[in-house]
């Protein structure tokens, strides 16, 4: 019998200082048996980074066509692609034609290092690439907020982002690989 995915729900009050977006949501996560929650975390940490009314999670892991996270122009096509990990070059020259804007959150930071060394280079073609980085140890600091039923209350100002949920208060400064044109 295959696992099943385990329900998350977060309550995300969000104040984004830089563009002016101040908004309460109710999200559902769901995290699938073979990601830990880390992962799950900065999923949403992605989300909380560019939230919107438009902006929504996918079957993320279940379905290889979709990212993550993305949100849709009026007419139907995407607009902003949200991608964890460390995909190869294919997958995000797939995202950029497809999409106005793609953003990347990589992780695990000694698989990162090597990635980037080897890829990094070759992505600065993409004009309307982000790459964010987040270390092990911010990815630790998330996975402590993780819980069944979640209250964030979520701050974003210059690049810096803090966390609290009403017993860990954590702050995350992501590092910037690389930065759309």
């Known amino acids: 019998m295959a696992l099943k995915a385990t329900i998350f729900k977060a309550t995300v009050d969000i104040s984004d200082?830089?563009?002016h977006y101040y908004a309460s949501h109710t999200l559902t996560l769901a995290r699938h048996p073979s990601e830990n929650d880390e992962r799950m975390m900065l999923r949403l940490f992605a989300w909380c980074h560019y939230a919107s009314e438009r902006?929504?999670?996918?079957?993320?892991l279940s379905s290889g066509e979709e990212p993550e996270i993305w949100q849709h122009h009026d007419h139907g096509s995407p607009e902003l692609w949200i991608e964890l990990g460390l995909p190869d070059e294919k997958r995000l020259?797939?995202?950029v034609s497809q999409s106005s804007?793609?953003?990347l959150f990589t992780y695990q930071?000694?698989?990162a290092a090597v990635w980037k060394q080897q890829t990094l280079g070759r992505l600065a073609q993409f004009q309307n690439l982000t790459i964010w980085h987040a270390n092990d140890e911010q990815l630790s600091q998330l996975a402590a907020l993780a819980q069944r039923n979640m209250s964030l209350q979520v701050t974003l100002q210059e690049g810096v982002i803090w966390l609290p949920d009403g017993i860990n208060n954590v702050e995350i400064e992501l590092a910037l690989w690389q930065k759309a044109r």
């Open 17 to 19: 200082l830089d563009r």
């Open 101 to 103: 804007k793609v953003v």
């Open 109 to 111: 930071s000694r698989a």
């Open 55 to 60: 902006l929504e999670f996918t079957r993320g």
């Open 93 to 95: 020259k797939k995202a």
